[in-house]
C-alpha cells in the first residue's frame, strides 16, 4: 500500500475554500510552518519515500531512518522508584544544560484503572497520594542513552498535553474535573503544575496554578512578549462543550513560579460565532474578539464553560493542541474532530485555528473534511511544526495509527506507522510529538503500550519516492 492510497483510505481532505476539495493541504499551510522561528520553509518535495517494514515490529520508517526506544511502560525506572508509569501522553524536549544530550518531561494520562502508576509513596514530589498520573523526566546523553529516569510529578491525574514556558519548564495539564473522593482521590484534579526539567528539588510540594483554571485542560501556549497563556479545554462531549481560555498573568515577565503569583482567566467570545465547527471555509476571518472574564476559575460549584458569562462563549469540541507562533505573535490550536452526535452543530476531521493578537482576528487556517460524516476518525491530535519545513500529526484513532507529515508545499505523507497492537485492529496512539531543540532527533511517544522513541536520520533529504512497497 503505498503512502497516497493510505491517505485516501483515512480520507483526509482538506478543504481550501479556492481549490474546492483535494488530498493535501494548501492555501494558508505556509503560515503554519513559518510561525515558527526555527522552521524551514524547503521541506522534502514528496515526503521521505515508502515505509520499511520493522523486523521488530514496532515502528515503521522511511529509508535510512532509525529509532531507539527511549522507554516502556512496565520496566524499572533507570534512576529507580520503581516500573516505568503507564499510558505516555504529552512530552516536552529541552537542551541540556551542559554535556550535551537532552531532557524530556514525559506526561502520564494515567485512569484510575491504569496498570502502571506514576509512583508516590514517600516522595516529595507527589500532590495527591490517591491519584496515579503526573510526569516522569528523562536525561539523554548525546548517544541518546538514558542517562536518568525519575518521577518528577506525582498525585495528578490523567495528565494528558501541556506545553513549554519561555523560561524553560514544563505546564503538565490535568484533563479531568473530578473532586476529592471521586475515584480515591484526596483533594481536587482540572489543574495545571509547573515542572522542573532540571532541578528536581523545584519540583517538591507541587502547587497547582489555580488562577489557571479548574476544567478538562488539554495544552497550553505561552506568549513570551506579554506572558499571557493561552489554554485548550477537551470537553469532548456533551453540553457544553469546551472553550478556549487566555490567563492574564499578574507576574507577566515570566520566570520559574511566577504563574503561582495568579493572574486573570478568560474565556473566549467570538461575536456571531458560538460553535466553531459551523465554519466551514479555509481562511475566515471573525474580527472583534472579546475575552470575557470566567467568574469562578476553580469552578467551586459549577464547570467553567457552564458558568454565567455576559455573552455566549465560544466552544468547541476536541480543543487540543495548542502553540505559540512566534513570526506572526499568534496563538494557533487544534480541533481534533466534530460530531453532532456529541453535541457539535456540524462535522469535520480536524480544524486549525489561528488567534491574531496584534489584530486581534480569529482565522481557521485548515480545516479537514472527511468522506464520512459518522466515521470516528480523529485528525490531527498532537501536532508540531518541523525544523526542515511543514508539519508532524500524531494520528488517533480506532485502527492504525500512524505520524502524519506535510511537505513545505502542503502535501500529506506517512512518516511512521505503530506496528504495536492493543487490540485486534487497533494500535495505540501516537502522542508528544517535538524535535530537540537543535533539530536533530524527533522524539514522540506510543499511548498505550506506552513507548517513548526517538528518531533520527537524513532530516534534510529532499524529496523521495511517490510509491513502494510498506
Not at 515558527?36 to 515526503?47: E, Q, S
Not at 480506532?398 to 492493543?422: I, K, S, W
Request: include cysteine; charged fraction near 25%.
Amino acid at each position: 500500500m503505498t503512502d497516497r492510497q493510505t491517505l485516501s483510505r483515512r480520507a483526509l481532505l482538506l478543504s481550501t475554500g479556492s481549490a474546492g476539495l483535494a488530498i493535501g493541504l494548501s492555501g494558508r499551510a505556509d503560515a503554519l510552518y513559518t510561525a515558527m522561528p526555527d522552521a524551514g520553509r524547503r521541506g522534502p518535495t514528496r515526503g521521505y519515500g515508502p515505509l520499511v517494514r520493522d523486523p521488530r515490529g514496532l515502528l515503521d520508517l522511511p529509508r535510512g531512518f532509525s529509532y531507539r526506544v527511549l522507554s516502556r511502560e512496565g520496566r524499572p525506572m533507570r534512576s529507580g522508584g520503581g516500573p516505568v508509569p503507564s499510558n505516555h501522553d504529552g512530552m516536552g524536549s529541552f537542551a541540556n544544560r551542559r554535556g550535551g544530550g537532552f531532557r524530556l518531561v514525559r506526561n502520564h494520562e494515567v485512569y484510575p484503572d491504569a496498570e502502571f502508576r506514576v509512583p508516590t509513596a514517600g516522595l516529595e514530589t507527589t500532590y495527591d497520594p490517591g491519584a496515579g498520573g503526573g510526569t516522569t523526566n528523562l536525561v539523554l546523553g548525546s548517544d541518546l542513552k538514558v542517562r536518568e529516569e525519575y518521577v518528577s510529578l506525582g498525585g495528578t491525574a490523567i495528565n494528558c498535553s501541556g506545553g513549554i514556558t519561555p523560561w524553560g519548564t514544563w505546564l503538565t495539564c490535568e484533563e479531568t474535573e473530578d473532586r476529592t473522593g471521586t475515584n480515591g482521590y484526596t483533594k481536587d484534579h482540572g489543574w495545571i503544575f509547573e515542572v522542573d526539567p532540571y532541578d528536581n528539588r523545584r519540583n517538591a510540594g507541587p502547587v497547582p496554578l489555580t488562577d489557571m483554571g479548574r476544567f478538562m485542560h488539554e495544552a497550553v501556549a505561552i506568549d513570551p512578549g506579554t506572558g499571557i497563556a493561552y489554554e485548550t479545554e477537551d470537553a469532548f462531549s456533551g453540553a457544553p462543550l469546551g472553550s478556549y481560555y487566555r490567563f492574564r498573568p499578574n507576574k507577566p515577565r515570566g520566570g520559574y513560579g511566577s504563574l503561582r503569583a495568579g493572574g486573570t482567566l478568560q474565556a473566549l467570545h467570538v461575536p456571531g460565532l458560538e460553535d466553531l465547527s459551523t465554519v466551514r471555509e479555509a481562511g475566515t476571518t471573525f474580527r472583534g474578539i472579546e475575552w470575557l472574564d470566567v467568574p469562578d476559575p476553580t469552578a467551586a460549584t459549577t464547570p467553567t464553560r457552564a458558568q454565567d458569562y455576559p455573552k455566549p462563549i465560544t466552544r468547541g469540541q476536541k480543543l487540543e493542541g495548542a502553540w505559540w507562533g512566534a513570526a506572526d505573535s499568534s496563538s494557533y490550536f487544534v480541533s481534533s474532530f466534530a460530531r453532532p452526535k456529541d453535541g457539535s452543530a456540524a462535522s469535520h476531521d480536524g480544524q486549525v485555528w489561528r488567534y491574531d493578537t496584534r489584530r486581534n482576528t480569529l482565522t481557521l487556517e485548515l480545516i479537514f473534511v472527511g468522506t464520512d460524516a459518522d466515521d470516528v476518525y480523529e485528525c490531527p491530535d498532537n501536532i508540531c511544526v518541523s525544523p526542515y519545513g511543514g508539519l508532524m500529526i500524531c494520528e488517533d484513532s480506532d485502527g492504525e495509527n500512524y505520524m502524519l507529515g506535510t511537505t513545505a508545499a502542503g502535501e500529506p505523507f506517512v512518516f511512521a506507522r505503530n506496528r504495536q497492537a492493543t487490540t485486534p485492529g487497533n494500535t495505540g496512539e501516537l502522542s508528544g510529538v517535538s524535535f530537540s531543540p537543535d533539530g536533530r532527533v524527533m522524539f514522540f511517544n506510543v499511548y498505550d503500550p506506552g513507548t517513548t522513541f526517538a528518531v533520527t536520520g537524513p532530516w534534510r533529504r529532499r524529496g523521495g519516492r511517490r510509491r513502494g512497497g510498506r
